[in-house]
């Protein structure tokens, strides 16, 4: 006595994703190109210069902590 599966192959199938916040990003971007340009130009060591890049990329958390010390929240 035989069996015969009736297994059929699984299709996968690729998700779309699709992305929305173009703008956010690049202002974040224009806003991290010109915090590196400021922080690296005004460097005095090549120290100052790799402070200032993480300066950079931190940027908007140090713009919000001052808005909301300015606030008193």
Known sequence: MTTE???TPQVHQ????IRQGGASE???????IGALVY???????VWLGV???FK?????AMMVYEVLKYLHM
């Open 5 to 7: 599966s009736n297994q």
């Open 26 to 32: 690049a202002v974040y971007g224009l806003g991290l």
């Open 51 to 53: 402070l200032g890049f």
């Open 39 to 45: 922080y690296i130009s005004t460097a005095t060591t």
């Open 56 to 60: 950079a990329i931190v940027w908007p």
């Open 14 to 17: 690729k998700t779309k994703v």
